[in-house]
């Protein structure tokens, strides 16, 4: 046990320094209890709302570039990085309050907590007249629909916290020093129950961020199992996800309503058992993320039933200076189709996945779906169908990425995986190819790098608007390593470009390239199962 009279943070060698190691670790925990009340008032914590502003004041290409080099991890990073941010936020003010404190002669001035809860205004009145209109979302975070009260209340309970407890530990690291207050026993226990009560509120949060982290750790779900040809129809379990959000918005369905205005003749609403009982239709959609690398698993087929936005449309009416169909979800993602775009038969408010309704991470209560576009195009969570006279740019096309956002013709090689090994004389090859809505008429596989082609087997599609499986057998020549490649033909008789894009602005493009092992059974080598 440590000398009665040591306080648990190292008392001032420098007063300054221990203000800013307090303000840090109570930083921290408030952090932690911003994710914990965002979860309990279901508003945005300052680190979402951060987060997105960050998104989308940073360049496209920059971005771009993160995507491809974090791929699924950048989410869960940004929004650990921001939390740390709070943290050292945390560290600076605890550090200007103890040089603060310090400028006061004795006495000092008592009861501690009320300076605490000044100091929980000042940095309270910080995050909502500077901080919050910095992040786009306007003073008070007026410019959350919804949500403005629940954000302010959880940011005053958060920094009311955080100035309560640096004010009671300062003080007893800082002004109580060595020299003011004989040792006592008291005084450890006093600063052992301070920081007692800050790990018990770091503990409710890290819960809750645990929470969160499981949810964004949905994303990490394997969508395939390498070298395993992917069933034709993506389970939805194994469907991808992709969104903006570090939590999903879960929509009352009781409450939800679609509404649909702007240039019509006759703006309305519908309710989900309203949209549940219009002419309905059922369609197989590949989905493809316009941020998947060449051969990534960013792409899932599943059937989909909703009702035609046509159907909507017409039953609402386009005044003549229609231009834009703009689409507005729960959680603020916005998107766009051209008017001629939206009004094709095969775009689809869709409710169901796979016979089920659609599950909250691909967009429950309902989504747009819009075959042969990327699925930034694609938005879930709908509440809002608004019709304009002028170009509109979505969430992501603000950023810099396409606005068309057309799928670029894709092919993959799945089986064998990889760097991986094969032992028999006749391989069978397998992968998949895609390309919108244009069609797959023709996939080949090269098992000499490129040098010369053969035809694999096509599955026919299960829709215009679908991935092809396809098949090839393989004899390899000699034993060792062999470079695969694989390219495929649209429907228009467009063959698969060779030439390598990165994922910014329009979609990634390049051939998809495997290296395989070929060693004959009875060969020397290290045997696999
Ligand atoms: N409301 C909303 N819709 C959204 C997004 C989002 O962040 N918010 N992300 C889009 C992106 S970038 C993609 S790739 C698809 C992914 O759909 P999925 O998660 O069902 O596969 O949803 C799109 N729709
Ligand atoms: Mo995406």
């Known amino acids: 046990m440590p000398r009665a009279s040591a306080p648990l943070v190292p008392a001032a060698r420098h007063p300054l320094w221990s203000g800013f190691l307090i303000g840090l670790l109570v930083g921290a925990a408030t952090a932690a209890l911003m994710v914990a009340l965002r979860l309990a008032l279901d508003a945005p914590s300052l680190q979402e709302v951060l987060m997105e502003r960050l998104v989308a004041l940073t360049p496209g290409p920059v971005f771009g570039f993160l995507i491809d080099a974090f791929q699924k991890l950048g989410k869960p990073l940004l929004f650990f990085s921001l939390s740390l941010a709070v943290a050292l936020a945390g560290g600076l003010a605890g550090s200007a309050y103890a040089w603060s404190l310090l400028r006061l002669a004795p006495p000092y001035p008592r009861p501690t907590y009320l300076y605490g809860l000044l100091l929980g205004l000042a940095l309270w009145s910080l995050s909502a007249l500077a901080v919050a209109p910095l992040a786009g979302i306007g003073p008070f975070g007026v410019g959350l629909p919804g949500s403005a009260l629940a954000f302010s209340l959880s940011q005053a309970l958060a920094w009311g916290f ?10 007893e690291a800082v002004l109580a020093g060595p020299s003011v207050e004989p040792a006592s026993r008291r005084r450890f226990l006093r600063q052992a129950a301070l920081w007692g009560a800050v790990v018990g509120v770091a503990a409710l949060g890290l819960r809750a961020l645990v929470r969160v982290g499981e949810k964004m750790g949905a994303n990490f779900i394997p969508t395939r199992q390498p070298g395993v040809l992917p069933p034709v129809v993506t389970p939805n379990p194994q469907f991808y996800i992709i969104s903006k959000n570090a939590v999903d918005p879960v929509v009352e369905v009781e409450a939800w309503k679609l509404k649909i205005g702007g240039l019509v003749e006759r703006p309305y609403t519908l309710t989900y058992p309203e949209l ?3 002419p309905l239709v059922e369609e197989y959609v590949t989905l493809e993320c316009i941020s998947n690398l060449v051969g990534g698993d960013l792409i899932s087929n599943a059937l989909w039933k909703g009702v035609p936005l046509k159907h909507l449309l017409e039953r609402a009416g386009l005044k003549p200076a229609a231009e834009m169909i703009t689409f507005v979800s729960q959680d603020g993602y916005s998107e766009s189709l051209p008017v001629d775009q939206a009004l094709r038969d095969e775009v689809l408010v869709a409710y169901e996945m796979n016979g089920e309704p659609l599950p909250t991470a691909h967009g429950f209560p309902a989504r747009i779906i819009v075959p042969g576009l990327y699925g930034m195009k694609h938005p879930k969570w709908l509440t809002h169908i608004d019709v304009v006279a002028y170009e509109f740019q979505g969430f992501w096309e603000q950023q810099g990425w396409s606005d068309e956002a057309e799928v670029k013709t894709t092919s993959q090689l799945l089986v064998p ?3 991986g090994e094969v032992s028999r004389v006749l391989v069978q090859t397998a992968g998949i190819a895609f390309a919108g809505a244009k069609g797959i008429t023709r996939v ?24 092809v499986l396809w098949t090839a057998d393989w004899q390899p020549a000699a034993s060792g390593e062999h470079t695969l490649v694989v390219r495929a033909t649209d429907g228009q008789g467009a063959v698969q470009t060779s030439e390598e894009a990165p994922t910014f602005p329009d979609g990634a493009a390049g051939l998809h390239r495997i290296k395989v092992t070929f060693r004959p059974t009875g060969a020397q080598g290290p045997s696999r199962p």
């Open 162 to 171: 955080f100035g309560v407890a640096v004010a009671a530990l300062v003080e």
């Open 276 to 278: 549940r009982a219009l």
């Open 417 to 419: 995986r990889h760097l």
């Open 444 to 467: 080949e596989v090269s098992f000499d790098n490129g040098e010369t082609w053969r035809d694999a087997a096509l599955q026919p599609a299960l829709s215009p608007y679908t991935w």
